[in-house]
């Protein structure tokens, strides 16, 4: 195996360790990685792969708004009186922790929401000792406290899932909530209120 795939696959299973990561890897200007189909990929930012899919044209049109997540596109499109008014690319839930399909609603609003399952263990002064953790499978070292990833503009549609901001890598990546790109997390979050209906569908 050639050394970029070798750390592509590194960096894939770093990227599947959280909803959200402090790894530098993932927000390296020179890491590559592999996408879903196993070609090689260079970052063109330091904040994940190049957005050529997002816009906004929903400014001042009325209506009732919806949103529709579409795994198999790895796309959210929302509208507004069933008339599309902007689309952003996401990352959704790997295999295994799979986004679920069906119809829900938003149920709440965060806007610094941080998550209570993924993050990382820190001593007391805020520095990482082990990273990337779930408190359900990685046993707390001694001195340590945990601190959650954060999951800025938090959009819960249903149990734990939910949309918010954070890296996407080109492909479904998380433990099962829709990573955005952070300015469509904003817009998302500015345009919904509670009881906005959601349809996921693959």
């Known amino acids: 195996m050639s ?3 070798r750390l592509g ?20 200007s020179t890491t590559t990685y592999l996408t879903s189909g ?15 899919v997002s816009y906004w044209d929903g400014d001042g049109v009325p209506g009732t708004s ?6 198999g596109e790895q796309k959210a499109f929302f509208y507004k009186d069933g008339r599309l008014v902007g689309v952003s690319m996401i990352s959704s839930g790997r295999e ?17 929401h941080v998550s209570n399952l993924y993050g990382d263990y820190v001593d007391q002064d805020g520095n990482v000792m082990v990273a990337n953790v779930g408190v359900k499978r990685d046993a707390k070292p001694p001195g340590t406290s945990f601190r959650g990833a954060p999951m800025p503009y938090f959009l819960r549609f ?14 479904a990546a998380s433990h099962g909530c829709v990573r955005m790109p952070e300015r469509m997390a904003q817009i998302f979050f500015a345009n919904v209120s509670r009881g906005t209906p959601v349809r996921v569908v693959n």
Do not use: E, M
Not at 10 to 25: K, P, T, V
Not at 38 to 52: F, P
């Open 158 to 171: 249903h149990g734990g899932y939910g949309l918010h901001a954070g890296f996407l890598p080109g492909f």
């Open 3 to 5: 050394a970029p795939l």
């Open 66 to 71: 919806s949103i529709t997540i579409n795994l």
């Open 9 to 28: 696959w590194c960096l894939i299973f770093a990227a599947l360790a959280g909803c959200a990561s402090h790894d530098r890897r993932l927000t390296s």
């Open 38 to 52: 196993g070609g090689v990929v260079a970052k063109s930012s330091g904040v994940g792969i190049q957005d050529t």
């Open 96 to 112: 295994g922790y799979r986004t679920p399909s069906g119809q829900y609603k938003i149920i709440q609003k965060s806007k610094d």
